[in-house]
């Protein structure tokens, strides 16, 4: 209370991170006079009030009535505020550091549990790559955020939220569903194997890491957070990318734009080898959309421009969320015109979404819902895939994932990946790949 009050402190993760790694030296200088005040007055005479006061003790049976009727109150609370479960799950870090004691009792043992490594990596048996492997095969994965597939032109929306994505040819694969409506959950799925048949308990490594140890060159870019570890040859954060720019100006660099900076440059000097790519957007994160892309990309108006969504008009909201998706449009685009340029270069690029995005149907927004309450706008996602023709000569989508009926997840990503490299290994599934070589389906 005393840091939190005087200095206007939020006692979260990294905060109790930095009192663990302080020296005595460095703490001692707070220790001053409103420090013992603050102790004194607030803590030993409240304290001491309370402990004078004589406990009387109710009767059994009251006891015995109170604890069911509490838990009624609870329930009946919980259900009543129930809109209000996203906003929590999404702010609930900042209010995790605000709220006493559980900001540094929580943040505490979180810290501490974070900081024993209780679920040790469980590494993927070796692989080797076969004979048809494409040695120069250059994939991105692009991981969007909050992108729900019912704001896609490509999947039935009526307004042109992507008029480059359509015009360059990526295609929509039917009715993608994401594992989970959160961030980490869903790119675990993604990453793994197992996909959402992963378990809790087993840490198994991820699709990136295991690339890599397999002699793939593997870079991550990230605009986004909620990531398992990467052991990777060259893991970037955005503003690591951009930081060069503050002497120069070097172009559109505006959100994940940023993550495409001299991208280009990067798979120039890794030589045309084995290259996986990993974009980690921030997409279409809420609740302020409107920060999302550049005032240039306000395509639909007018827009929402507070974060308190439900003060927003439906139609101002749903006109920044738009913008947003036409902003993740126009990256895709820029995207594949980068990778165009080395047209001899096989090389795919899979777009999919960690979840999906509630604009305030049925009183919800955001996304978390766990999954067996969750709306399908927070779980239909969009899935792309964009090829060139150096690519489809080796390989093409198996006909059966663009049938109407397919059942599209998170789960392809793994073994498609994997399957494009031709990574021959006991954990990939050829049912849970979306490509086939040319030679073998004719
Ligand atoms: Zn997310």
Request: aromatic share 14%; proline share 5%; hydrophobic share 40%.
């Amino acid at each position: 209370m005393h840091f939190m009050v005087r200095y206007g402190v939020v006692i979260d993760l990294a905060m109790v991170g930095n009192v663990f790694n302080t020296r005595v030296s460095e703490a001692s200088v707070y220790l001053g006079f409103t420090f013992f005040f603050d102790v004194a007055f607030f803590g030993v005479l409240p304290a001491w009030l309370i402990a004078m006061q004589k406990i009387i003790f109710p009767r059994f049976l009251f006891r015995l009535l109170i604890a069911p009727f509490s838990t009624f109150v609870f329930l009946v609370w919980a259900f009543v505020t129930s809109s209000t479960w996203p906003w929590i799950g999404e702010h609930s870090k900042q209010l995790g550091g605000l709220i006493l004691p559980w900001n540094y009792v929580g943040n505490t043992w979180m810290h501490v549990s974070n900081s024993i490594d209780v679920k040790p990596v469980e590494l993927l048996p070796d692989g080797d790559f076969g004979k048809s492997s494409i040695p120069n095969l250059l994939t991105i994965l692009v991981i969007g955020e909050s992108a729900r597939s019912a704001n896609f032109r490509q999947y039935g929306y009526e307004r042109d939220t992507q008029p480059y994505t359509i015009e360059k040819g990526f295609v929509p694969l039917p009715s993608p569903r994401s594992c989970t409506t959160y961030t980490s959950g869903s790119l675990e799925c993604i990453l793994s194997h197992m996909g959402n048949k992963r378990s809790s308990f087993i840490n198994y490594e991820p699709l990136q890491n295991y690339l890599s140890r397999m002699g793939v060159h593997v870079t991550w870019r990230t605009n986004n957070w909620g990531e398992p570890k990467s052991i990777v040859d060259l893991y970037q954060t955005r503003s690591e990318i951009v930081s060069e720019c503050e002497s120069y100006n070097c172009g559109d660099i505006y959100e994940d734009m940023g993550l495409l900076h001299g991208l280009e440059v990067l798979l120039e000097k890794n030589g045309a080898r084995r290259d996986f790519v990993v974009l980690h957007q921030t997409g279409s994160h809420g609740s302020n959309y409107f920060e999302k892309y550049p005032d240039s990309f306000e395509v639909f108006s007018p827009v929402c421009r507070s974060i308190q969504l439900d003060l927003c008009s439906r139609q101002s909201l749903l006109n920044s969320y738009d913008n947003t998706i036409a902003y993740t449009d126009y990256f895709l685009f820029k995207l594949s015109e980068l990778v165009e340029s080395k047209p001899n270069r096989p090389t795919l690029i899979l777009y999919v979404s960690d979840h999906g995005e509630s604009l305030g149907e049925s009183g919800l927004y955001l996304h978390g819902t766990p999954n067996v309450m969750a709306p399908d706008v927070q779980r239909n996602i969009p899935f792309l895939v964009w090829t060139n023709e150096a690519f489809q000569s080796a390989k093409r989508i198996k006909s059966k994932w663009l049938r109407p009926e397919a059942e599209v997840n998170q789960n392809l990503v793994f073994h498609s990946v994997v399957g494009a490299f031709d990574l021959q290994t006991p954990v990939y599934n050829p049912e849970l790949d979306l490509f086939e070589d040319v030679e073998s389906a004719e």
